[in-house]
């Protein structure tokens, strides 16, 4: 029986407030927090960088699960140890040297995530396994909180048979919702990153209904 974590993504939060939303949703019960890095080049939007993700590591006391959705990775792959990432996602889309990618950021002293754009098979990490701690199978094309949900619950069956009972982390990232929360894991998810299906309703200022969102996934 595998227990399933959630991992509010701050894509979500108040930009001006993070520091107050990261403690919010923790003591609201997240498991995981989720930060998601956009580079404006990789995906078509843009969000924040080492400096920032730096300071949001002073208010996460759970497992800061950093997202980069970025192009190249390997340039950056040491500001974010710096930053206290505990958890490093690239795309097997973002570069030709994904293997070479996920050995630098567990020799950076981080757990090693891949993430795979809808378009992309759960084949492809059949090489990468022995290297990964997470593979993230995005839900949504990357790039913006509040999408519909793409049912990929296929590609994470593939994936649970592939890893079997190693330790490697299933994330699922892009409209989850008390909706699709349950195919997922039944699938074979153990990660659910949630953006605007936790922070609806609530704000720093009146953070109950992140509990009762997060309780409802
Ligand atoms: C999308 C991001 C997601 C996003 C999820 O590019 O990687 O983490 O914030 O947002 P929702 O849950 O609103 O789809
Ligand atoms: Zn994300």
């Known amino acids: ?40 080049h990789f995906v078509p939007n843009l969000t924040f960088g080492p400096p920032a993700v730096k300071a949001f590591r002073k208010h996460v006391r759970t497992v800061m699960d950093v997202h980069l959705m970025i192009a190249p990775v390997d340039p950056y ?16 889309e973002a570069g030709p040297h994904i293997h070479r990618t996920l050995q630098a950021i567990r020799g950076a002293g981080m757990k090693a995530g891949v993430a795979l754009n809808p378009g992309t098979p759960a084949e492809s990490v059949a090489h990468l396994l022995e290297l ?28 649970r048979r592939m890893i079997g009972d190693r330790p490697i982390h299933i994330e699922i990232d892009g409209g989850v919702d008390p909706v699709t929360a349950p195919l997922v894991a039944a699938a074979g998810a153990d990660v659910l990153v ?17 509990g009762d969102n997060i309780r409802a996934i």
Not at 11 to 36: N, P, Y
């Open 132 to 159: 990964a701690d997470l593979v993230c199978v995005m839900t949504v094309n990357p790039g913006f909180g509040g999408q519909k949900f793409l049912d990929m619950t296929g590609k994470v069956r593939a994936l």
């Open 1 to 40: 029986d595998r227990s399933i974590r959630i991992a509010p993504s701050i894509l979500s939060a108040d930009f001006a407030d993070f520091g107050r939303e990261i403690r919010a949703i923790e003591a609201q019960g997240a498991d995981w927090v989720h930060v998601d890095v956009m580079d404006g």
């Open 77 to 92: 792959i040491d500001a974010y140890a710096e930053a206290g990432a505990d958890i490093l996602t690239a795309h097997l």
């Open 194 to 210: 949630a953006g605007s299906a936790v922070f609806r309703g609530g704000s720093v200022d009146n953070p109950a209904p992140y």
